[in-house]
């Protein structure tokens, strides 16, 4: 079984600075995907970047990038140049590279931008 | 044009009853999955389905039943609902090269 961590039940960061957010995952899997999603008060789930466990090079995606650290299994979401619409939970998942199976969520980070 | 969508977003019942969410996908997935979001955000996997049939069940009550009639429909039928059945459903289906979750609204249910 997957077990994904994510240890910050919640942190503050100011406007403009950067964050971390820390997730670390166990997994026998040789081969698996990292996923970050976004539940903003509204409600939805919304993807932000994506890990695949071979790839060499950490993901990026606008203000969004990973900090994968195979051998330590974690995955890290680093949120620079934070904004207030940033304020939201975030949830850290695995899922094996087997096609079929379902994402396992950690229990989440609430991130509060301040002013 | 959604690419997930649920009805209905709120559903307010009394215990005992029985109720039904549904799901469509317009992404052409072949995977699809119910997911339970608790009080605490907690989200747990409940059901999966490829291509309409079953994959994965987790240790979910028998008064849950999940029927896909097309791979572009996934619902969520409930009986006699109970006050710990309290939570947000979200559907959600699956792209097939990334594994990239994507999830409808979400449907907050309440107990009374």
């Known amino acids: 079984a997957q077990k994904i961590t994510q240890t910050q039940p919640g942190m503050f960061v100011q406007e403009k600075e950067a964050v971390t957010l820390d997730c670390t995952y166990d997994t026998s899997d040789p081969s698996y995907g990292l996923f970050w999603y976004k539940q903003p008060s509204s409600g939805e789930m919304i993807f932000l970047i994506y890990?695949?466990?071979?790839?060499?090079q950490n993901a990026t995606e606008g203000r969004y990038s990973l900090n994968f650290q195979k051998a330590r299994k974690s995955a890290n979401l680093v949120i620079s140049a934070s904004q207030l619409g940033d304020s939201a939970m975030y949830f850290c998942?695995?899922?094996?590279?087997?096609?079929?199976?379902?994402?396992?969520f950690g229990s989440g980070t609430r991130l509060q931008v301040q002013p | 044009d959604t690419a997930v969508s649920q009805t209905p977003k709120y559903l307010v019942t009394q215990m005992g009853n029985d109720k039904s969410i549904k799901c469509e996908q317009n992404?052409?997935?072949?995977?699809m999955y119910w997911y339970k979001q608790d009080s605490k955000k907690f989200l747990k996997i409940m059901f999966s389905?490829?291509?309409?049939?079953?994959?994965i069940n987790e240790t979910v009550p028998n008064r849950f039943s999940p029927k896909s009639p097309d791979k572009a429909h996934l619902n969520l039928h409930i009986n006699s609902l109970e006050l710990g059945d309290s939570a947000v459903y979200f559907c959600?289906?699956?792209?097939?090269?990334?594994?990239?979750?994507?999830f409808g609204e979400g449907s907050r249910l309440t107990v009374l």
């Open positions: 992404l052409g997935h072949d995977t």
């Open positions: 890990q695949g466990s071979y790839d060499q």
């Open positions: 998942a695995v899922q094996r590279d087997t096609g079929r199976r379902a994402l396992t």
């Open positions: 959600a289906s699956k792209e097939g090269h990334t594994g990239e979750l994507f």
């Open positions: 389905y490829n291509n309409k049939e079953l994959i």
